[in-house]
Structures are given as structure tokens and as C-alpha cells.
């Protein structure tokens, strides 16, 4: 049995097994007193407020440490528990000698709670003041000791949960603090800020600075976080109509009330940020001057009639809801007659896409976030995952704690390899060779799960033979890693099971990124690791909604639910959904000749139409929260092109690079200021629910695009909210059939969502794969298509960092953020740095093929010999001015992670 049953103050309960009576009870609403536990934290006993009477027991034991067995009795309240409570709470008080009134915590104070709780009215030990000064060194919260009650939820959540061990306990006995090794400042003990221990603290000693002194809000909202893909619950608190704070809900899927520093800390201020568009930009004498939405919208509308469907573009945004996008794809289509429309997912997981639906039927991740942590292997390669998805890197971690096998891949030395059982150093732009040669020795060494490839698998031998070509003498020298090396993490990923694969750009971003892909899925099939709790191949999508864009069709390829815009019945059905045609029975009934046909044939990707009005193919751009100046390859030909558009609109919430370069600039609301939904990496749709009224005369993006279409006489855009839009999406997306706000109140749902009565699908290929039986795909070896040379001997990869995202448009926003992280810098290792005379901190000239720029050295040792890397999040050193635009054939993805580049320490600085 997995439940036991026990009495709890008189009432019956089930309880898990390997639970405690204290979960027991918390899981059937039964309260007992408690300030050293926390639901993320393992029993620890500290506190001792949690005792109960149990019956054939001695004593009184504490209910976070007793485990419950068949018939036990609890009681948790009664007139001796009680006293022997308040004579605890007196011992603890005694170190806590302050004033309720004059604490930034009254109100909203555990310990305030529980004194209340056991009746303890009067202390009457002498108090014991301890006289320590308030910690205000770091960016986002104050560390107040005197009011410390040494607990050690802030210790054990920073080294169980978060595996950071930024803080401990220090001396010992009545000496005894929280604090840092040697106390040095948290940004020297590699803190990462997230506020864990902000959150599991029940006094006032570690308190968010934001919010201290505010009082309780005026209202709290649920939302979804707009920074990556894993898309964690936030509780919004406003007061005045302003975001005070925000912070993790507890228990809500995906993030169980965790957060990232971004996340918890980085999102009130670039929301109210006195750079934030307020009002409409029109172009006069060469400026961006102030214009009323009327005069704006109408120059938009009438602009945009004068250009033929071949010579625009729509550029929409994985920033912005699954609404918004598909209000905007319907646009392109619609009503400007094109399906050149694309958005960032170009750049980062065109790849995945591409790839997993030729070996699955469907380009998404095939399991849920949690899943990880019950992973027996975890294979994760091509992701810095403890940097761009921190709390999926939290599941990774559990898997660890539970003695799963983790195998990093990388260039660099990340994170998570401090987890790793295998670490596969490989040269930047070799994962088709390393997965082949790992492959080829689990089906030479009889590993294969042969049962699930007959069954469930196509073209099986066809790849076999293709494993030929991967001897591992070759496999070892293309990529530098050790044959041993990869003989032993093959034997890891083969024997252990449930094993799961997780990806980001390392594997996308790359002039064969399709193919990395493919690889994986060859992996996951050849080992029996997909359609199972645990298995699978898990792409980290790197936005809040990059998936859900996707999902909405923001493709040249497809509409929403990937039904491809070539398929004519496809075709007709969207043309009638949208008005734009009438069934054929009708038009033959009563000879109806009139045709407003949706275009037939794909369009061009993000890159192609940067391409196409460099040769003044394309002529009009509208941009809808992107940021192509920073984001896209080799930069300065993106602003030569964008410079020499006849018409760019851009559609943001700040005055971006790109919207610098606009003829109109439209403010759009911040997803704080409307309502909608983002689809998580794990295809989890979940509310984004409205918290403030938009700043200054800014709207929503779904808005101002329906306005647009309105000044262009087009029909169905007469959306009176996003409840109408999402309606329309059910009804024309099979995948979200099912999904609607009234049931996402309960939670999100993880499509395919058919219908009202489905639960969602957490994991995809369970009976079967989506195109039928998983196809294997034969691969060959190519490498990166610029290789480093005399000229430009070293290799540049780039990616992000903890602390800023994508093109740093909100994160550059949040001055403690840029305390953290202040400039882009140029990470070198020591080895190259001492031959090129590289200190700490000089400043250098890192120059390619396609431009050049200065940035600060940062030597370290996270940098292999021969590989350079750099962020993308800096305008002063825009790392993309250097990329490869160079496409992969098929998912027309630039190369980001490898170019050749030159570096040179700048004389007399």
C-alpha cells in the first residue's frame, strides 16, 4: 500500500508513505504550530513548536520528524502541548526582543502567528539583544539578524533546494549566526539571488527591500512570468497601482514556489521604468515625435495599403501572448495577404520544430519540467541550464539528490557540472559526432532496446549502417573528447532508466541544428526512452511564450496548430473561420464569384526577409516585440537594412534599438497590464491575468493590431477582449480544442487538449508517436561552416547569462540587476589569455569577418583553449555583430555558437 491510516484530532486521513504526521496533517488542512519547517525542506526538528501526543508513545515527539503507521492517534492541541509551546516560544523570543509595531514584518510574520496561536501574551525571560548591524551590501534584500530566530530554513533552502550554499551557520553555540564564509559579501559566494531565502524566512530578518516598509497590498494577482520558457507562477502585489513586489506562489506547477533572481526581483521596475513608451512616435524631419493614437494608427493603416503582399513583413513575438500572436499571424494573413511572418523562435528552436517532426510527428518537448527530478540519467546537452532555465536546473539537481546519473555535454565548463557523473567537453559545433559515437557503441554493445524499436520504430537499419561512418578514433578526434569518455556515458544514458535528454540552443543554434536534433531523437528511440514518466527529449524553449508563438502559428509555414498554410483544405478551412471565403457548396448554390483568397505558398523566415529588403524586395516591416538590432546575426547588415526600409513599425514597450530605426512607434502594455495566456517549454498554457491598468496611454498589443486591421476595412478583428480571441483559437486549433480561461483558473493544461473533458497530455507518444512509429534518420558529420583560421583563430560562442535576458530590453531596466551584472565581457581562458597578454578586467577587441567590437576580459577557466564566449544582452558590446548568419538548410536557423573571431588587448588600457 502507499497510504497508511491515521487519526488526526479525531479526524481519519490517509497519509503517504514516507511522509511525516506534520505533512499528513498539512495535507488534510490540519494546522500545527511550526517555524523550522518548510515544504521544500527534509525534517529537521529545530524548532520543536510541531510536538504532538501520540497514543502507546512516550514523550512528545515533533510531527515533522515522526513518521505515521497504520492506526496511529495524533493529537496536536491539547492543554499540555500548549503550555509546553509557550515555554518554547518564550526561549525563542527571548533572542527576538523587538517590537511587532516597528517591524517591516508585522502582520505577515510566522513567529507573530504562532505566539498568537499557543496564547503566549507576556515574555517574561530577559531579553538578549544582540546589537548587529542590518546588511544592506546586496541589490535586492536586507539581512537583519537581530531579528534571526536561527531556524535555518534560509541555510537548508539555500543548500538542499537551490545547491548554492551561499550561506550557512557560523560559529557556534549562543554565538551562533547565518551568515557567509569568512563574511564576505554574497555576490563573492556565488549567490544567485533568487530570494529562496527571502521567502522560507519567518521573521523579519531577511526582507525583501522593495516592499519592507509598504504594509500589506492592496491586491495580489496570480500571473505568469515574462522572462524564459519555464513559465513559474508569480504572485503580483500591487499597491496604489503599482507592482510593490513579486513573488513565487507555493505549490503551483511548474515551479512549486521557486523563482530565478529575474523573476522574483527583476520585474516592478522595468514596469514602471520612467523610459517606458507612453504614447504613439511619429517620424517628422527625420525625429520620433509625440502623436495621438488616432493620427498613428491611421498613418499605419494607410502606409501599409500602398505595398503589394510580396514586399511586407510581420515580424511578431514570443514576449507576447498566444492571443496577441495569433492575432497577428491572422493579420499577415488576412489582411495584408502574406505569409511572411515569423518571430524569434527562428533564432533559437526553428530546429526543434524541424527536427522533431520528422522523427516524432510533433516539435515540442515530449515530457513535463517535474518529470526531471524522477529521472534515473539526465542527459543535458547543449544547455546551461542552471543560467537560462534555473528552475527546470532545480529538477535536475533533485534527480542528482535521488541518485540519478546526470551527463553534461558542453564546451564550457557550466554549472552543472559540478552535478555531473560524465562531463563530455566537446569542441563547439561536433554533437552530431558525439551522439553518433555514443550511439554506435550502445548498439555495438548490445544496449538497444530492440523490443521498443520493432514495435514502435521505422527505418532502423538504414540508420544502423549510417553509424558506420563513427568509429570512435574519428568520433574522438573531430571532437576532443576521450573515447573512454564516451564509451562511458553511453553505457550511462543505456543502463539507466528512465533516462531523459534535455536541449537548448547549444544544440539549435547551428548551421546543421536540425540535424543536432535528430540526433537526440535517434538517442531517446535507439535507448527506449520516449512515450515514459521520466524519458523523452526535452527542449528548453528560451522565452515566457516562444512555444506558444509557435503554437499560434507566427510561422511562414503554418497556422496555429501547425496546419500547414500549403494544405488547401487547411487553407479553405482558415479562409472560411476568418471570413475570408465562403464554402465551396455555397459559392456553386448561388454562383457567388468573389474570392479573397489567404496565399498559398510559404513565406519567408525572419532572416529571409532581412535578406529580401536588404535587396529591396521587402519594403515595409512591422515588428511586434522583437529586437533585431541585438538579436539578429551579424547586426550592422540588420540596421544597413532596416535603415533603408520605405516604412518600419515597431509595437514595444520600451524605445528598443530597432524601434529607433522606425517611421511609427506604437507603446504596447506590459503583460502586467492585460490579460491572455503564454504556453510554457513543457506546452502548459496558463493564464497571464491583468494586475495594473496600462502605463501612461500604452494598450495591449492584441489591441492596437485589431485596430489597424479595422482602418483596413478587414473583418474579425472585432475582438471586444482576449476571452474572444482565445475562443476563436479552440475553435480553429485542434491541439487547444479543449482549453479555455474557465478551466485555466483551475490550473494550466498541457496540450493536445481536444475537448472540455480532456486532462491534457503531460507526456506526448505514450501508445504511439504522432506521425505513427518514430522514424530513425541516418546522419553524417558536418562541421561549423567557419572554422577558426590564421587570421581568426579562435572560436566564439555565445548565450546567456543568469542575471539578463534576451536583448536585455527589461532586464537592463533593473538597476539591481545591472549591479550584478553591469557590462558584457569577453570570457577567455587562461591559457589563451596569457598568450595574448590578457589580465583580469583589460579591455580587448574582439573583431570576425563581419564587424567588430571592445568589451572586458574576464579570464577564467569555465573557457576551454581555443573558445571564446560572450552574451548577447549588451548594447555597448553587441555580441551579434560578430555572429555567422549562415542558415541551416532546413530550419533556416543562423549559426550563433560558432564563428571565427580575433582577439586583441587594446594598447594603453
Known amino acids: ?63 515533522c520528524t515522526t513518521p505515521p503507521t497504520e492506526g496511529m492517534v495524533v493529537r ?44 503566549l501574551e507576556q515574555v517574561t525571560l530577559a531579553p538578549i539583544y544582540k546589537n548587529l548591524p542590518i546588511d544592506r551590501a546586496g541589490p535586492f534584500f536586507d539581512r537583519d ?13 539555500c543548500q538542499e533546494v537551490r545547491h548554492v550554499g551561499a550561506i550557512s551557520f557560523t560559529y557556534r553555540g549562543g554565538k551562533a549566526l547565518i551568515g557567509t564564509a569568512f563574511d564576505r559579501p554574497l555576490q563573492e559566494v ?44 508569480l504572485k503580483v502585489k500591487v499597491k496604489e497601482e503599482r507592482i ?32 517606458r513608451l507612453t504614447s504613439p512616435l511619429i517620424r517628422r524631419d527625420g525625429q520620433l515625435q509625440e502623436a495621438s493614437w488616432d493620427e498613428a494608427l491611421d498613418l499605419v493603416a494607410a502606409r501599409l495599403k500602398t505595398f503589394q503582399p510580396q514586399e511586407l513583413g510581420v515580424i511578431s513575438s514570443a514576449k507576447c501572448t498566444n492571443e496577441e500572436n495569433y492575432v497577428m499571424q491572422k493579420f499577415a494573413r488576412a489582411v495584408l495577404g502574406t505569409n511572411s511572418v515569423d518571430h524569434c523562435a527562428r533564432l533559437c528552436h526553428a530546429p526543434t520544430v524541424a527536427g522533431l517532426v520528422q522523427s516524432f510527428g510533433s516539435g515540442a518537448m515530449t515530457n513535463s519540467i517535474d518529470e526531471v527530478g524522477r529521472a534515473a540519467c539526465v542527459l543535458a546537452i547543449g544547455t546551461n541550464t542552471t543560467e537560462t532555465h534555473p528552475v527546470t536546473a532545480l529538477q535536475v539537481k533533485r534527480a542528482v539528490d535521488n541518485g540519478a546519473k546526470l551527463i553534461v555535454a558542453n564546451p564550457r565548463e557550466i554549472d552543472l557540472c559540478r552535478f555531473a557523473t560524465v562531463w563530455l567537453q566537446h569542441s563547439p559545433g561536433t554533437d552530431v559526432a558525439l551522439l553518433m559515437g555514443m550511439m554506435r557503441v550502445i548498439v555495438e554493445e548490445g544496449l538497444a532496446d530492440s523490443a521498443f524499436i520493432e514495435a514502435r520504430c521505422e527505418n532502423f537499419d538504414s540508420f544502423r549502417q549510417s553509424l558506420q561512418d563513427f568509429d570512435l578514433d574519428f568520433v574522438e578526434r573531430i571532437t576532443g573528447v576521450p573515447r573512454d569518455r564516451i564509451v562511458e556515458a553511453a553505457r550511462t544514458y543505456a543502463t539507466n532508466s528512465p533516462a531523459t535528454i534535455l536541449y537548448a540552443m547549444g544544440i539549435t543554434q547551428h548551421s546543421h541544428g536540425t540535424d543536432n536534433v535528430l540526433a537526440t531523437a535517434n538517442l531517446a528511440m535507439l535507448t527506449g526512452n520516449v512515450g515514459k514518466p521520466s524519458t523523452g527529449v526535452n527542449p528548453l524553449r528560451g522565452q515566457n511564450n516562444v512555444q506558444g508563438a509557435c503554437d499560434m502559428g507566427a510561422l511562414p509555414n503554418v497556422y496555429s496548430g501547425y496546419q500547414a498554410v500549403a494544405n488547401p483544405d487547411i487553407r479553405e478551412k482558415f479562409e472560411i473561420a476568418w471570413g475570408c471565403s465562403l464554402p465551396s457548396l455555397i459559392k456553386e448554390k448561388f454562383d457567388i464569384s468573389w474570392e479573397c483568397s489567404l496565399p498559398s505558398s510559404p513565406g519567408l523566415t525572419l532572416v529571409e526577409m532581412l535578406e529580401a529588403a536588404s535587396r529591396k524586395e521587402i519594403r515595409a516591416i512591422y515588428v511586434m516585440g522583437e529586437n533585431p538590432v541585438l538579436s539578429d546575426p551579424d547586426v550592422t547588415h540588420v540596421r544597413e537594412t532596416l535603415a533603408q526600409l520605405d516604412f518600419l513599425v515597431v509595437q514595444d514597450i520600451f524605445l528598443s534599438e530597432t524601434a529607433e530605426f522606425a517611421h511609427v512607434v506604437l507603446p504596447a502594455a506590459s503583460f502586467a497590464e492585460k490579460d491572455g495566456t503564454f504556453t510554457n517549454t513543457e506546452r502548459r498554457v496558463q493564464r497571464v491575468r491583468k494586475a495594473i491598468e496600462p502605463i501612461g496611454n500604452s494598450r495591449p498589443d492584441w489591441w492596437i493590431i485589431c485596430q489597424v486591421a479595422r482602418r483596413m476595412e478587414a473583418r474579425g478583428f472585432d475582438y471586444s477582449d482576449p476571452f474572444d480571441i482565445m475562443e476563436e483559437i479552440r475553435y480553429i486549433t485542434p491541439s487547444y480544442g479543449g482549453i479555455s480561461y474557465q478551466r485555466l483558473e483551475d490550473g494550466g493544461l498541457q496540450w493536445p487538449c481536444p475537448t472540455e473533458d480532456h486532462p491534457g497530455t503531460p507526456i506526448l507518444h505514450a501508445s504511439s508517436f504522432s506521425r505513427g512509429k518514430g522514424r530513425f534518420i541516418p546522419l553524417k558529420y558536418i562541421p561549423p561552416a567557419e572554422l577558426p583560421d590564421e587570421d581568426y583563430p579562435l572560436v566564439l560562442t555565445t548565450g546567456r547569462n543568469l542575471y539578463h535576458f534576451h536583448t536585455g530590453t527589461m532586464t537592463r531596466k533593473v538597476a539591481g540587476l545591472n549591479t550584478l551584472d553591469p557590462e558584457g565581457t569577453l570570457e577567455i581562458g587562461p591559457s589563451d589569455a596569457s ?69 586583441e588587448k587594446l594598447q594603453g588600457i
Open 76 to 119: 496536536t492541541n491539547t492543554p499540555r502541548l500548549q503550555e509546553l509551546r509557550r515555554n518554547i516560544m518564550e526561549l525563542i523570543l527571548s533572542e527576538h526582543p523587538y517590537s511587532c509595531l516597528t517591524c517591516p514584518k508585522n502582520l505577515n510574520c510566522e513567529l507573530q502567528s504562532v505566539a498568537r496561536y499557543v496564547g
Open 145 to 157: 539578524y537581530n531579528l534571526c530566530i536561527l531556524c535555518g530554513r534560509c541555510v537548508r533552502m
Open 244 to 275: 510593490v513586489s513579486t513573488t513565487p506562489v507555493p505549490e503551483d506547477i511548474p515551479n512549486h514556489g521557486q523563482a530565478c533572481v529575474k523573476g522574483r526581483f527583476g520585474i516592478a521596475e522595468f514596469v514602471h521604468h520612467p523610459q
Open 190 to 233: 556565488s549567490c544567485e539571488f533568487c530570494g529562496a531565502c527571502v521567502d522560507a524566512c519567518p521573521t523579519g530578518a531577511l526582507m525583501s527591500r522593495a516592499d519592507k516598509w509598504q504594509g500589506p497590498p492592496d491586491s495580489e494577482v496570480v500571473t505568469t512570468c515574462p522572462y524564459c520558457g519555464v513559465g513559474c507562477q
Open 1 to 63: 500500500m502507499d497510504t497508511v491510516t491515521l487519526t488526526i484530532d479525531g479526524r481519519e486521513i490517509q497519509a503517504r508513505k514516507g511522509a511525516t504526521v506534520l505533512q499528513a496533517a498539512l495535507d488534510a488542512n490540519i494546522y500545527i504550530p511550526t517555524l523550522c519547517y518548510h515544504r521544500d525542506l527534509t525534517a529537521f526538528g529545530a524548532c520543536r513548536l510541531c510536538i504532538v501526543e501520540v497514543e502507546k508513545m512516550r514523550g512528545f515527539p515533533p510531527a
Open 835 to 903: 598568450q595574448l597578454g590578457i589580465v583580469q578586467d583589460v579591455k580587448v577587441r574582439v573583431s570576425s569577418r563581419r564587424g567588430e567590437l571592445v568589451a572586458r576580459a574576464k579570464v577564467t577557466e569555465a573557457s576551454p583553449p581555443g573558445v571564446v564566449f560572450m552574451t548577447f544582452h549588451f548594447a555597448e558590446s553587441p555580441a551579434n555583430i560578430l555572429t555567422n548568419p549562415k542558415l541551416d538548410p532546413v530550419s533556416k536557423i543562423p549559426e550563433y555558437k560558432v564563428c571565427a573571431v580575433r582577439v
